[in-house]
């Protein structure tokens, strides 16, 4: 089936999330019949991308710069913090524009299935940001979902000892759903209606 | 959401077929997760296979090498070509392991909507094929779509001059389906179902 070379990028391919072994050689296809129109430049936009992709020490999110554009951004508001699980998360309420704050991308939730501690949360520059001073609110922003809710009490509790107010996104988040796949209305909506933790 | 170089990175993995802009995101995320383990291999397998794809002047399929695996194989009938509209539908039958010969690409179909004629399709080497003689039997695996039987009639009257047995995948094939999204058991019983065009 057209050499090892088309194979493995094949095999590549089908390991992309949302991409399975049949829509992975549909991609593939597709790109091969244009390999200088349309792979290559695919190939050297990833390659790119690699090389310049970085982690924000700030706030977790993934940007070609570090603070990222988010953090560098003086027209954000740094006294708000807005919690999510992912970048993915981070993504979906930038796209739908409904936080004018900055963000804490924790990178997961607790979770004792997945064998995910606190230790595993990037939640230090957090505190680091708390302890700094200046932030007003803190908005958990995290999935309706049981690691979701444990992560939001276990955070709530570590934050207690700071003077700021924490509220939970609310109305919106459907139950057992995640954040990134909801449309920006009900995106829009569940910030909206935050209420005290 | 995480600068350009990784929005281009999101716009060129949406137009792949199969692949919405949800799906681009997570796939992007994902590597952009992993640049050095996951992105990297992808772009450098995409670099390679790009600079490195054929398409094979004696049957049309894509490969490595010029003439392809399945042409250069002394282990396939080259006496039996199995005709079909693209690289993908070989690829399928392929994969379904039920074709020992050797195959044609049109590379699609006859279609007065798409402005496709009989200039549009890779016909020429199998005429050539024909003339240079040892081809036994042609099965034309062509879509059960009007565009396919179309084609399917238009190439039996051009190789009626021919005096070789022409027949075509009948049972299996379902109503206006294309070849390629077919299960295995399918297309192995298609095409030993086939008829005399
Ligand atoms: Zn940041
Ligand atoms: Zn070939």
Known sequence: MGGTDIERLIALLARLPGLGPRSARR????LLRQPQTRMLPLAQAMEQ?????????TCGNLDTRDPCGI??????DRGLV???ETVGDLWALERAGVHRGVYQVLGGTLSALAGLGPEDLNVGPLFARLEQGGVREIILALGATVEGATTSHW???RLARFDVPVSRVGQGVPMGGALDVLDDGTLAAALLARRPA
Request: proline share 4%.
């Open 71 to 76: 953090c560098a951004d003086p027209a954000r």
């Open 49 to 57: 991308a690699a090389r310049a992709v970085k982690t924000c020490a």
């Open 27 to 30: 991609a593939a296809l597709a």
């Open 155 to 157: 955070l709530q509790d």
């Open 82 to 84: 807005c919690v999510v």
